[in-house]
């Protein structure tokens, strides 16, 4: 299947501080792509919906300053935690569907970053 | 907004033994997904589903797209204990535009195999 890259998959990172994660659909271009959070044991919940060369589209609740969302080209999207506090400690995964006109559109998942912010 | 129920939650088996789970929605869809996720990793895509009333299968694996649209099922057949982990159903009705793509995950089913 389609293969989407995420980066980095661990990172620590001091309180008051910016982390960037980066998603890569490596075999085919996405226009969109989402991102999720997932606490442990929990199931995922979508936090934005990234545009490619537009604003990324975010969920009720989620902070649109806090959490930056940059798609600038057709294979990459970005993450941004901005000011990071411990209650942003989490596990975040980017996905991305298959263009509808390939008669695909089904979504695959990168391989999720842990943040955790001390 | 739309919600699904996946059920179990959790189910604990012996290898060896058939497992069914499956998600309800309150309202269409129109596709299905199951997804399988080991800890700390992403979620991997198992069957697709596109049409109401598909039935589809991947190996052990078979999965259906409900008539009503508004749910689905997914067998696993002589289970290992590699099929541990959390396997997660997620439908999308896709109007076009920025809504494409976006998709609703149920709560997940967690399933332990013993052998």
């Known amino acids: 299947g389609a293969v989407v890259s995420q980066h980095p998959s661990r990172v620590i990172c001091k309180s008051g501080t910016s982390v960037k994660i980066e998603c890569r659909s490596l075999d085919f271009q996405a226009t969109t792509m989402f991102w999720y959070r997932q606490f442990p044991k929990q199931s995922l919940m979508l936090m934005a919906t990234s545009n490619e060369g537009s604003k990324a589209t975010y969920e009720q609740g989620v902070e649109k300053d806090k959490f930056l969302i940059n798609h600038a080209s057709l ?4 993450l941004t935690v901005t000011s ?3 209650e942003d400690s989490s596990f975040y995964i980017c ?5 509808s006109g390939t008669g695909e559109g ?13 | 907004g739309q919600q699904l129920n996946q059920s ?17 929605s309150s309202s269409i869809f129109n596709t299905w997904l199951w997804y399988k996720q080991d800890p700390g990793e992403g979620p991997v895509l198992l069957i697709a589903l596109y049409k109401a009333g598909e039935l589809t299968s991947n190996g ?8 009503t649209r508004k749910d689905s099922f997914l067998n696993i057949s002589a289970s290992i204990p590699s099929d541990v982990g959390i396997y997660f159903c997620a ?3 896709n109007a076009g535009g920025t809504s494409y793509g976006k998709l609703t995950f149920g709560q997940g089913t967690i399933l332990t195999v013993h052998p």
Do not use: K, W
Request: proline share 6%; hydrophobic share 35%; glycine share 10%.
């Open chain 1, 75 to 78: 294979t990459l999207s970005t």
């Open chain 1, 84 to 86: 990071a506090h411990p």
């Open chain 1, 95 to 99: 996905s991305a569907r298959v263009p």
């Open chain 1, 106 to 118: 089904r979504a695959f998942f990168g391989q999720g970053t842990r943040l955790t912010v001390v």
């Open chain 2, 8 to 24: 179990p939650q959790s189910m604990f088996i012996q290898e060896g033994e058939d497992v069914s789970m499956n998600c309800t």
């Open chain 2, 60 to 67: 052990r694996l078979t999965a259906q797209f409900g008539i």
């Open chain 2, 91 to 93: 439908g999308s009705y």
